[in-house]
């Protein structure tokens, strides 16, 4: 089984930083912080809470944007 490379406990500005080719799945998720002076700080994990969204699914959909490299 293949590893994950982005957990929930990243936080947002790594998981761009490191993977921006994730971008479009935060905003498919509502998820406009990729930019904002919290990304520095708040986790994956945190910011699927803040906007309602299940955070298994939004790390399958992160992890499947980055699968191929």
């Known amino acids: 089984m293949a590893e994950n490379k982005i957990?929930?406990?990243m936080t947002i500005r790594?998981?761009?930083e490191k993977y921006p080719e994730t971008a479009p799945v935060f905003?498919?998720?509502?998820?406009?912080?990729?930019?904002c002076l919290a990304a520095s700080f708040e986790?994956?994990?945190d910011i699927a809470?803040?906007?309602?969204?299940d955070v298994?699914?939004?790390?399958?959909?992160l992890?499947?944007?980055?699968?191929?490299?």
């Open 14 to 16: 790594e998981v761009i």
């Open 27 to 35: 905003s498919k998720y509502n998820i406009g912080c990729i930019g």
């Open 56 to 61: 298994k699914s939004f790390l399958k959909d």
């Open 63 to 69: 992890n499947e944007a980055v699968k191929s490299k």
């Open 49 to 53: 809470g803040v906007h309602g969204t």
């Open 7 to 9: 957990t929930e406990d």
């Open 43 to 45: 986790r994956v994990k």
